[in-house]
Protein backbone atom coordinates (compact mmCIF):
# COMPACT_ATOMS: atom_id res chain seq x y z
CA UNK A 1 0.00 0.00 0.00
CA UNK A 2 2.72 2.30 0.27
CA UNK A 3 1.94 2.96 -3.77
CA UNK A 4 -1.67 3.16 -3.21
CA UNK A 5 -1.53 5.46 -5.59
CA UNK A 6 -0.70 3.64 -8.74
CA UNK A 7 -2.50 0.58 -8.82
CA UNK A 8 -5.14 0.09 -11.73
CA UNK A 9 -8.20 -0.25 -11.91
CA UNK A 10 -8.67 -3.56 -11.57
CA UNK A 11 -6.55 -3.99 -8.30
CA UNK A 12 -8.81 -0.80 -7.03
CA UNK A 13 -12.00 -3.17 -7.96
CA UNK A 14 -10.43 -6.38 -5.73
CA UNK A 15 -9.28 -4.09 -2.86
CA UNK A 16 -12.74 -2.62 -2.58
CA UNK A 17 -14.99 -5.52 -3.21
CA UNK A 18 -12.48 -7.49 -0.55
CA UNK A 19 -14.30 -5.22 2.44
CA UNK A 20 -10.49 -4.53 3.86
CA UNK A 21 -10.63 -2.09 6.69
CA UNK A 22 -8.01 0.43 5.75
CA UNK A 23 -7.55 3.96 6.51
CA UNK A 24 -5.45 6.75 4.84
CA UNK A 25 -3.61 8.88 7.85
CA UNK A 26 -1.66 11.70 6.79
CA UNK A 27 0.34 14.03 8.60
CA UNK A 28 -1.41 16.98 7.66
CA UNK A 29 -4.21 18.15 5.70
CA UNK A 30 -1.93 19.29 2.52
CA UNK A 31 -0.62 15.66 2.59
CA UNK A 32 -3.83 14.27 2.26
CA UNK A 33 -4.71 16.83 -1.06
CA UNK A 34 -1.41 16.08 -2.36
CA UNK A 35 -2.15 12.49 -2.31
CA UNK A 36 -5.42 12.70 -3.68
CA UNK A 37 -3.86 14.86 -6.64
CA UNK A 38 -1.64 11.86 -7.88
CA UNK A 39 -4.38 9.79 -7.42
CA UNK A 40 -6.81 11.34 -10.03
CA UNK A 41 -3.28 13.13 -12.21
CA UNK A 42 -2.40 9.19 -12.40
CA UNK A 43 -6.19 7.35 -13.28
CA UNK A 44 -6.80 10.17 -15.45
CA UNK A 45 -10.22 11.08 -13.64
CA UNK A 46 -11.61 13.43 -16.15
CA UNK A 47 -11.22 11.12 -18.96
CA UNK A 48 -12.68 7.84 -17.31
CA UNK A 49 -16.47 6.79 -18.05
CA UNK A 50 -18.86 7.48 -15.91
CA UNK A 51 -18.23 4.34 -14.24
CA UNK A 52 -14.63 4.16 -13.46
CA UNK A 53 -15.37 7.79 -11.76
CA UNK A 54 -17.88 5.90 -9.58
CA UNK A 55 -15.33 3.44 -8.67
CA UNK A 56 -12.59 6.00 -7.97
CA UNK A 57 -14.77 8.16 -6.05
CA UNK A 58 -15.39 5.16 -3.37
CA UNK A 59 -11.40 4.46 -3.48
CA UNK A 60 -10.69 7.82 -2.61
CA UNK A 61 -13.40 8.41 0.17
CA UNK A 62 -12.81 5.11 1.77
CA UNK A 63 -8.90 5.67 1.62
CA UNK A 64 -9.04 9.42 3.33
CA UNK A 65 -12.16 9.14 5.48
CA UNK A 66 -13.22 12.32 4.22
CA UNK A 67 -16.95 12.42 3.04
CA UNK A 68 -18.25 12.09 -0.49
CA UNK A 69 -19.23 15.84 -0.49
CA UNK A 70 -16.14 17.03 0.34
CA UNK A 71 -14.11 14.43 -1.97
CA UNK A 72 -16.51 15.78 -4.78
CA UNK A 73 -15.72 19.04 -4.27
CA UNK A 74 -11.44 18.27 -4.20
CA UNK A 75 -11.88 16.72 -7.56
CA UNK A 76 -13.59 19.43 -8.82
CA UNK A 77 -11.42 21.91 -7.92
CA UNK A 78 -8.55 19.69 -9.41
CA UNK A 79 -10.69 20.09 -12.76
CA UNK A 80 -10.78 23.47 -12.66
CA UNK A 81 -7.34 24.33 -11.56
CA UNK A 82 -5.18 20.83 -12.31
CA UNK A 83 -4.37 20.79 -9.04
CA UNK A 84 -5.65 20.00 -5.40
CA UNK A 85 -4.07 22.93 -3.06
CA UNK A 86 -5.82 24.04 0.17
CA UNK A 87 -7.47 27.46 -0.21
CA UNK A 88 -6.39 30.60 2.52
CA UNK A 89 -8.45 31.21 4.81
CA UNK A 90 -9.81 34.83 3.79
CA UNK A 91 -11.71 36.41 6.33
CA UNK A 92 -14.16 39.51 5.29
CA UNK A 93 -12.83 43.03 7.27
CA UNK A 94 -15.03 46.15 6.56
CA UNK A 95 -13.07 49.12 4.99
CA UNK A 96 -12.04 51.33 8.05
CA UNK A 97 -13.50 54.69 7.84
CA UNK A 98 -12.18 56.57 11.04
CA UNK A 99 -8.30 56.42 11.64
CA UNK A 100 -6.31 56.55 14.37
CA UNK A 101 -5.60 59.98 14.08
CA UNK A 102 -9.54 60.58 14.50
CA UNK A 103 -10.15 58.23 17.32
CA UNK A 104 -7.20 60.72 18.83
CA UNK A 105 -9.23 63.73 18.52
CA UNK A 106 -12.27 61.77 19.19
CA UNK A 107 -10.53 61.35 22.85
CA UNK A 108 -9.54 64.94 23.09
CA UNK A 109 -12.54 66.54 22.76
CA UNK A 110 -14.19 64.04 25.41
CA UNK A 111 -11.91 65.58 27.55
CA UNK A 112 -12.34 69.30 26.99
CA UNK A 113 -15.99 68.53 27.19
CA UNK A 114 -15.62 65.70 30.60
CA UNK A 115 -17.35 63.32 28.29
CA UNK A 116 -20.71 64.37 27.59
CA UNK A 117 -23.66 61.73 26.01
CA UNK A 118 -22.56 60.14 22.83
CA UNK A 119 -25.92 62.80 20.93
CA UNK A 120 -24.30 65.61 22.52
CA UNK A 121 -20.77 64.33 21.31
CA UNK A 122 -21.84 64.19 17.98
CA UNK A 123 -23.59 67.01 17.37
CA UNK A 124 -20.45 68.99 18.62
CA UNK A 125 -18.27 67.45 16.42
CA UNK A 126 -20.70 68.29 13.64
CA UNK A 127 -20.45 71.79 14.51
CA UNK A 128 -16.77 71.28 14.30
CA UNK A 129 -16.90 70.31 10.75
CA UNK A 130 -19.96 72.66 9.53
CA UNK A 131 -19.66 76.03 11.06
CA UNK A 132 -16.14 76.25 12.38
CA UNK A 133 -14.82 74.74 9.00
CA UNK A 134 -12.17 72.77 10.92
CA UNK A 135 -10.71 70.09 8.25
CA UNK A 136 -9.91 67.55 10.67
CA UNK A 137 -13.45 67.18 12.05
CA UNK A 138 -14.86 66.24 8.54
CA UNK A 139 -14.94 62.28 8.65
CA UNK A 140 -16.08 62.95 12.58
CA UNK A 141 -19.06 65.00 11.94
CA UNK A 142 -20.90 62.22 9.97
CA UNK A 143 -20.28 59.08 12.59
CA UNK A 144 -23.42 57.59 14.13
CA UNK A 145 -24.16 57.64 17.97
CA UNK A 146 -23.58 54.33 18.21
CA UNK A 147 -20.12 53.95 16.41
CA UNK A 148 -19.02 57.11 18.66
CA UNK A 149 -19.21 54.72 21.71
CA UNK A 150 -17.78 51.87 19.86
CA UNK A 151 -14.63 54.03 19.15
CA UNK A 152 -14.41 54.98 22.94
CA UNK A 153 -14.11 51.47 23.55
CA UNK A 154 -11.20 51.18 21.60
CA UNK A 155 -7.54 50.00 22.98
CA UNK A 156 -6.52 53.66 21.02
CA UNK A 157 -9.09 55.97 22.49
CA UNK A 158 -8.83 53.85 26.57
CA UNK A 159 -5.05 55.24 26.59
CA UNK A 160 -5.45 58.63 25.76
CA UNK A 161 -8.52 59.41 27.48
CA UNK A 162 -8.55 59.32 31.66
CA UNK A 163 -12.40 59.17 32.08
CA UNK A 164 -13.53 56.60 34.56
CA UNK A 165 -17.12 54.76 34.51
CA UNK A 166 -18.95 54.55 37.59
CA UNK A 167 -19.78 51.26 38.71
CA UNK A 168 -22.39 49.23 37.61
CA UNK A 169 -25.43 47.91 39.34
CA UNK A 170 -26.67 44.51 38.77
CA UNK A 171 -29.89 43.44 37.52
CA UNK A 172 -31.55 41.35 39.27
CA UNK A 173 -33.12 38.33 37.49
CA UNK A 174 -35.88 37.52 40.25
CA UNK A 175 -39.30 37.60 38.60
CA UNK A 176 -40.64 38.27 35.36
CA UNK A 177 -41.85 42.14 34.81
CA UNK A 178 -45.33 40.98 33.53
CA UNK A 179 -48.78 41.40 34.26
CA UNK A 180 -50.57 38.06 35.74
CA UNK A 181 -53.39 36.59 34.24
CA UNK A 182 -55.44 35.35 36.77
CA UNK A 183 -57.96 34.12 34.31
CA UNK A 184 -60.83 34.18 37.00
CA UNK A 185 -59.18 31.78 39.74
CA UNK A 186 -58.72 32.97 42.78
CA UNK A 187 -54.86 33.18 44.10
CA UNK A 188 -53.03 35.77 42.67
CA UNK A 189 -52.00 38.72 44.70
CA UNK A 190 -50.71 41.92 44.61
CA UNK A 191 -48.53 42.98 47.50
CA UNK A 192 -47.08 46.23 48.30
CA UNK A 193 -45.66 48.17 51.33
CA UNK A 194 -47.30 51.16 52.84
CA UNK A 195 -44.97 53.84 54.89
CA UNK A 196 -45.90 55.35 57.83
CA UNK A 197 -44.06 58.99 58.27
CA UNK A 198 -41.11 59.82 60.55
CA UNK A 199 -40.94 61.70 63.06
CA UNK A 200 -37.82 63.71 64.27
CA UNK A 201 -35.92 61.13 62.14
CA UNK A 202 -37.49 58.31 63.71
CA UNK A 203 -38.44 55.24 61.38
CA UNK A 204 -42.21 54.26 61.88
CA UNK A 205 -43.55 50.87 61.15
CA UNK A 206 -44.58 49.28 57.84
CA UNK A 207 -47.64 48.01 56.55
CA UNK A 208 -47.55 45.12 54.23
CA UNK A 209 -50.76 44.64 52.32
CA UNK A 210 -51.93 41.95 50.24
CA UNK A 211 -55.00 41.54 48.01
CA UNK A 212 -56.04 38.87 45.63
CA UNK A 213 -57.32 40.32 42.37
CA UNK A 214 -59.90 38.57 41.57
CA UNK A 215 -61.77 37.99 45.41
CA UNK A 216 -60.41 41.52 46.32
CA UNK A 217 -59.63 38.87 49.88
CA UNK A 218 -57.03 41.41 51.90
CA UNK A 219 -54.56 40.47 54.02
CA UNK A 220 -52.53 43.34 56.34
CA UNK A 221 -49.29 42.42 57.92
CA UNK A 222 -46.85 44.53 60.23
CA UNK A 223 -43.41 45.07 60.81
CA UNK A 224 -40.79 47.46 62.41
CA UNK A 225 -37.84 47.33 59.61
CA UNK A 226 -38.41 46.08 56.14
CA UNK A 227 -35.05 43.81 56.74
CA UNK A 228 -35.13 40.23 55.57
CA UNK A 229 -35.29 39.03 59.51
CA UNK A 230 -38.73 40.51 60.07
CA UNK A 231 -40.15 40.55 56.54
CA UNK A 232 -40.15 36.78 55.45
CA UNK A 233 -41.94 36.08 58.63
CA UNK A 234 -44.62 38.45 58.45
CA UNK A 235 -45.15 37.35 54.92
CA UNK A 236 -45.59 34.00 55.48
CA UNK A 237 -48.11 34.34 58.09
CA UNK A 238 -49.79 36.52 55.36
CA UNK A 239 -50.01 33.99 53.08
CA UNK A 240 -50.78 31.27 55.30
CA UNK A 241 -54.00 33.56 56.25
CA UNK A 242 -55.59 33.25 52.41
CA UNK A 243 -58.11 30.72 52.42
CA UNK A 244 -56.97 29.57 49.19
CA UNK A 245 -54.02 28.23 47.19
CA UNK A 246 -51.60 30.82 46.01
CA UNK A 247 -50.86 30.65 42.04
CA UNK A 248 -49.12 34.17 41.65
CA UNK A 249 -47.34 36.62 43.69
CA UNK A 250 -46.76 39.85 42.31
CA UNK A 251 -45.35 43.60 43.29
CA UNK A 252 -43.36 46.36 42.44
CA UNK A 253 -39.33 46.67 42.10
CA UNK A 254 -38.78 47.31 45.75
CA UNK A 255 -36.10 44.90 47.35
CA UNK A 256 -37.99 44.34 50.01
CA UNK A 257 -39.92 41.64 48.02
CA UNK A 258 -37.22 40.93 44.94
CA UNK A 259 -34.59 39.06 47.16
CA UNK A 260 -33.66 35.44 47.55
CA UNK A 261 -35.77 34.57 50.51
CA UNK A 262 -39.24 35.92 49.13
CA UNK A 263 -38.97 33.59 45.95
CA UNK A 264 -37.89 30.68 48.08
CA UNK A 265 -40.68 31.03 50.42
CA UNK A 266 -42.96 31.66 46.62
CA UNK A 267 -41.01 28.35 45.32
CA UNK A 268 -42.67 26.28 48.47
CA UNK A 269 -45.97 27.13 48.01
CA UNK A 270 -45.10 26.61 43.86
CA UNK A 271 -46.24 30.47 43.19
CA UNK A 272 -45.31 32.40 40.19
CA UNK A 273 -43.44 35.54 40.92
CA UNK A 274 -44.00 38.93 38.89
CA UNK A 275 -43.06 42.50 38.78
CA UNK A 276 -44.34 45.71 37.67
CA UNK A 277 -43.44 46.94 34.22
CA UNK A 278 -41.81 49.99 33.61
CA UNK A 279 -44.86 52.65 32.63
CA UNK A 280 -47.41 50.44 33.33
CA UNK A 281 -48.67 51.50 36.69
CA UNK A 282 -52.27 49.81 36.78
CA UNK A 283 -50.13 46.78 36.92
CA UNK A 284 -51.02 46.96 40.81
CA UNK A 285 -53.26 49.91 40.87
CA UNK A 286 -55.17 47.36 42.54
CA UNK A 287 -53.48 46.95 46.11
CA UNK A 288 -52.41 51.09 45.51
CA UNK A 289 -56.36 51.47 45.74
CA UNK A 290 -56.57 49.65 48.49
CA UNK A 291 -53.84 51.09 50.41
CA UNK A 292 -55.66 54.90 50.11
CA UNK A 293 -58.93 52.84 51.07
CA UNK A 294 -58.04 50.77 53.87
CA UNK A 295 -54.65 51.64 55.28
CA UNK A 296 -54.81 55.31 55.27
CA UNK A 297 -58.28 55.66 56.56
CA UNK A 298 -57.63 53.01 59.23
CA UNK A 299 -54.55 53.32 60.57
CA UNK A 300 -53.94 57.37 59.85
CA UNK A 301 -50.85 58.97 58.27
CA UNK A 302 -49.43 59.58 62.25
CA UNK A 303 -46.12 57.70 63.58
CA UNK A 304 -46.61 54.75 65.29
CA UNK A 305 -43.65 53.06 67.17
CA UNK A 306 -41.81 50.62 65.69
CA UNK A 307 -41.82 48.73 69.31
CA UNK A 308 -45.58 48.07 68.94
CA UNK A 309 -44.94 46.18 65.66
CA UNK A 310 -46.16 43.28 66.89
CA UNK A 311 -49.36 44.41 68.76
CA UNK A 312 -50.72 45.77 65.78
CA UNK A 313 -49.92 42.18 63.55
CA UNK A 314 -52.28 40.89 66.39
CA UNK A 315 -54.75 43.32 65.77
CA UNK A 316 -54.63 43.06 61.62
CA UNK A 317 -55.10 39.27 62.13
CA UNK A 318 -57.47 39.19 64.66
CA UNK A 319 -59.79 42.02 64.04
CA UNK A 320 -58.99 43.99 60.77
CA UNK A 321 -58.37 41.39 58.32
CA UNK A 322 -61.60 39.31 59.16
CA UNK A 323 -63.39 42.88 58.92
CA UNK A 324 -62.25 43.60 55.66
CA UNK A 325 -63.30 39.83 53.97
CA UNK A 326 -66.28 38.73 56.29
CA UNK A 327 -67.84 42.04 57.08
CA UNK A 328 -66.76 44.84 54.64
CA UNK A 329 -68.35 44.86 50.66
CA UNK A 330 -66.20 45.67 47.80
CA UNK A 331 -67.10 46.73 44.52
CA UNK A 332 -66.71 44.29 41.52
CA UNK A 333 -66.43 45.57 37.88
CA UNK A 334 -68.18 44.66 34.64
CA UNK A 335 -66.45 45.24 31.88
CA UNK A 336 -68.46 45.74 28.68
CA UNK A 337 -67.26 47.22 24.84
CA UNK A 338 -68.76 49.59 22.64
CA UNK A 339 -69.56 49.43 19.02
CA UNK A 340 -66.09 51.22 18.59
CA UNK A 341 -63.99 48.53 21.17
CA UNK A 342 -63.16 50.86 24.06
CA UNK A 343 -63.63 49.02 26.83
CA UNK A 344 -65.73 50.23 30.07
CA UNK A 345 -66.20 49.54 33.89
CA UNK A 346 -69.01 49.69 35.37
CA UNK A 347 -69.25 49.32 39.20
CA UNK A 348 -72.45 47.42 40.05
CA UNK A 349 -72.02 44.38 41.98
CA UNK A 350 -70.84 44.70 45.92
CA UNK A 351 -70.51 41.98 48.18
CA UNK A 352 -68.12 40.85 50.61
CA UNK A 353 -64.44 39.08 49.78
CA UNK A 354 -66.19 36.09 51.17
CA UNK A 355 -69.41 36.33 49.50
CA UNK A 356 -67.13 36.83 46.17
CA UNK A 357 -65.22 33.28 46.73
CA UNK A 358 -67.78 31.30 47.25
CA UNK A 359 -70.08 32.80 44.11
CA UNK A 360 -66.98 31.65 42.19
CA UNK A 361 -67.65 28.46 39.36
CA UNK A 362 -66.65 25.45 41.65
CA UNK A 363 -65.13 27.17 44.36
CA UNK A 364 -64.55 24.68 46.62
CA UNK A 365 -61.79 23.37 44.62
CA UNK A 366 -59.50 26.10 44.84
CA UNK A 367 -59.54 26.43 49.08
CA UNK A 368 -56.42 24.96 50.61
CA UNK A 369 -55.87 21.57 52.12
CA UNK A 370 -57.87 21.67 55.71
CA UNK A 371 -59.63 24.92 55.00
CA UNK A 372 -63.51 24.50 54.20
CA UNK A 373 -66.60 26.78 53.44
CA UNK A 374 -68.63 25.86 56.70
CA UNK A 375 -65.66 26.52 58.55
CA UNK A 376 -65.56 29.81 57.11
CA UNK A 377 -69.54 30.14 57.04
CA UNK A 378 -69.18 30.16 60.94
CA UNK A 379 -66.66 33.25 60.92
CA UNK A 380 -69.13 35.18 58.72
CA UNK A 381 -71.97 34.52 61.03
CA UNK A 382 -70.81 34.71 64.74
CA UNK A 383 -71.49 38.60 64.65
CA UNK A 384 -73.52 41.06 62.53
CA UNK A 385 -70.97 43.01 60.09
CA UNK A 386 -72.19 46.30 61.93
CA UNK A 387 -71.35 44.26 65.44
CA UNK A 388 -67.85 43.29 64.29
CA UNK A 389 -66.83 46.37 62.83
CA UNK A 390 -68.09 48.13 66.25
CA UNK A 391 -65.72 45.31 68.53
CA UNK A 392 -62.89 46.11 65.45
CA UNK A 393 -62.99 50.17 66.13
CA UNK A 394 -62.83 49.49 70.12
CA UNK A 395 -59.99 46.99 69.70
CA UNK A 396 -58.33 50.22 67.33
CA UNK A 397 -59.09 52.37 69.74
CA UNK A 398 -56.78 50.84 72.58
CA UNK A 399 -54.60 50.04 70.43
CA UNK A 400 -54.07 53.66 69.33
CA UNK A 401 -54.00 54.47 73.14
CA UNK A 402 -51.12 52.08 73.92
CA UNK A 403 -49.18 53.49 70.68
CA UNK A 404 -49.96 57.34 72.16
CA UNK A 405 -48.25 56.37 75.61
CA UNK A 406 -45.21 56.63 73.81
CA UNK A 407 -45.71 59.96 71.97
CA UNK A 408 -47.95 58.44 68.93
CA UNK A 409 -50.36 61.37 68.63
CA UNK A 410 -54.23 61.07 70.66
CA UNK A 411 -55.90 58.22 69.34
CA UNK A 412 -58.90 58.53 66.82
CA UNK A 413 -62.36 58.97 68.12
CA UNK A 414 -65.14 56.71 66.87
CA UNK A 415 -67.28 58.69 65.21
CA UNK A 416 -65.47 62.00 64.35
CA UNK A 417 -68.49 63.89 63.44
CA UNK A 418 -70.88 63.54 67.07
CA UNK A 419 -68.71 64.14 70.04
CA UNK A 420 -68.39 61.31 73.11
CA UNK A 421 -70.21 61.94 76.36
CA UNK A 422 -68.43 62.77 79.24
CA UNK A 423 -68.81 59.45 80.64
CA UNK A 424 -67.76 57.44 78.09
CA UNK A 425 -64.80 60.13 77.41
CA UNK A 426 -61.48 58.63 78.56
CA UNK A 427 -60.89 59.15 82.31
CA UNK A 428 -56.68 60.99 81.41
CA UNK A 429 -56.52 64.46 80.43
CA UNK A 430 -56.18 64.71 76.12
CA UNK A 431 -52.41 64.79 75.90
CA UNK A 432 -51.40 67.75 72.99
CA UNK A 433 -51.11 66.74 69.37
CA UNK A 434 -47.08 66.30 68.25
CA UNK A 435 -45.68 68.89 66.87
CA UNK A 436 -46.78 68.57 63.36
CA UNK A 437 -49.83 66.48 63.59
CA UNK A 438 -53.42 68.10 64.30
CA UNK A 439 -55.31 66.57 66.74
CA UNK A 440 -56.90 63.94 64.32
CA UNK A 441 -53.42 62.49 63.41
CA UNK A 442 -53.18 63.87 59.49
CA UNK A 443 -50.40 66.19 58.91
Given amino acids: MQNAENLSLEQIRRFLHAGIRVAFRGLARQEVYRWVEKVVRQQQYPKQPKAVRGLLLQYLVKMTGRSVSQMVRLIRRYRQTGEVRERPHRRHRFRTTYTKADICLLASVDEAHQRMSGPATRQI ?3 EWEVFGKPEFQRLAGISVSHL ?30 RPDPRGRPGYLRADTVHQPEREGQKSVYHINAVDEVTQWEVLGCVPKITEHYLVPVLAGILEQFPFRIRGFHCDNGSEYVNESVVELLNKLLAEFTRSRARHTNDNALVEGKNGAVVRKHMHYSWLPPSHASEIDGFYRQWLNPYLNFHRPCAYARVSIDAKGKQRKIYDTYATPYERLKSLPGAKRYLRAGVSFAALDQIAAGASDTDFARQMQQAKQALFERCAREGAGPPAILNPTEPAPPEQAHPRQPQPAAPGWNQRGRP
Fill in 125 to 127: LRR
Fill in 149 to 178: YNLRRTITYRRRSTHGEKTRPATVALGERR
